[in-house]
């Protein structure tokens, strides 16, 4: 059953679009730009059970040839990514809680960016000394907790968990800035000595928190070359004979950048995997790619964060 929604539509910014949505975007900046349709129509509605030539690929998400999407997470809402340019959300809580959010952050965003044409990086990004770097590697790698660490040090976040690179751009890949934010769990908000009283958790009860970083009206939202790929990789101990930071060959850079593209079963699904090997192909050829090797806990995190400062001013 749905709930109240916001009163009133607003239009805000996200990778570049401009988006209309019926439920509040704190997170991202508003609209100044011109006065052109919007790119993206984000509305409260009804959500069919079954989409035209449904195919289940998880108990939560149905797709169709059409490049539909239905998510259902129970006890907050019902995502249906009708087409490349609207989102219709059947809220089972309040629709403007940030449990819907992140939700439409995550999975929804991450097959948007594929039907429109970006690449969707499973990393962190964040501009370290007019240097834009992707910390991309698989979910609890750290990406967040890192780029954090980083944006307390006086860097700039970019987009943190959905990385959006548009790998045709002229003059090389550019990233797509999303919003100053990051989700953090307790252990990492203590790493950036960060009291979690008075912020946002992600999901109710959960001990996962959303640390913004600046007022959103105020986040730079223009395109930005990206110069780095950092794949970010945890390890017991280390490795004797191998660097901290190594710059990998083209095919690990491939193989590598290919496994952390956000929703890659899905866009596989769709027929992608054509365009999906181009991309990678363009964005190694262009972008430099380092393993980044870290320790097996947080308590090496700030010499981590150095490391990562040195490297990427080169």
Request: glycine share 8%; net charge neutral.
């Amino acid at each position: 059953m749905s709930s109240d929604s916001a009163a009133a539509a607003q239009d805000r910014l996200l990778f570049g679009w401009r988006v209309r949505t019926d439920i509040a975007l704190p997170e991202c900046a508003p609209w100044t730009g011109d006065a052109r349709a919007p790119d993206l129509r984000i509305t409260i509605g009804p959500v069919p059970p079954l989409l035209t030539d449904a195919e289940h690929l998880s108990p939560l998400l149905q797709v169709n040839p059409n490049r539909e999407a239905r998510l259902t997470i129970d006890g907050v809402a019902t995502f249906w990514l009708r087409s490349a340019c609207e989102i219709v959300i059947d809220p089972h809580i309040h629709a403007d809680r940030p449990d819907v959010r992140t939700f439409l952050y995550g999975t929804i965003l991450g097959l948007l960016c594929h039907n429109r044409g970006l690449f969707p990086l499973h990393a962190s990004c964040v501009v370290v000394d007019r240097r834009t770097i992707a910390v991309s590697g698989a979910s609890g790698a750290g990406k967040s907790t890192l780029a954090a660490a980083l944006v307390r040090r006086g860097h700039r976040m970019v987009a943190d968990d959905i990385c959006a690179i548009d790998p045709f751009a002229t003059g090389g890949p550019l990233v797509r800035p999303a919003f100053p934010r990051a989700k953090l769990w307790q252990d990492s908000l203590n790493a950036i000595n960060v009291d979690a009283q008075g912020l946002e958790a992600n999901r109710f009860g959960q001990q996962k928190y959303n640390l913004r970083f600046a007022d959103a009206a105020q986040f730079q939202a223009d395109p930005l070359p990206l110069n780095s790929i950092y794949l970010l990789e945890p390890a017991a101990a280390p490795i004797m004979g191998r660097p901290d930071i190594e710059r990998l060959a083209l095919v690990r850079a491939a193989t590598g950048v290919h496994e952390h593209i956000y929703r890659r079963r899905t866009a596989l699904h769709w027929g992608g995997a054509a365009e999906l090997f181009k991309m990678v192909g363009h964005i190694v050829g262009t972008v430099p790619v380092h393993r980044l090797t870290r320790g097996p806990d947080l308590a090496t995190l700030d010499d981590l964060v150095r490391r990562l400062e040195g490297h990427a001013s080169q």
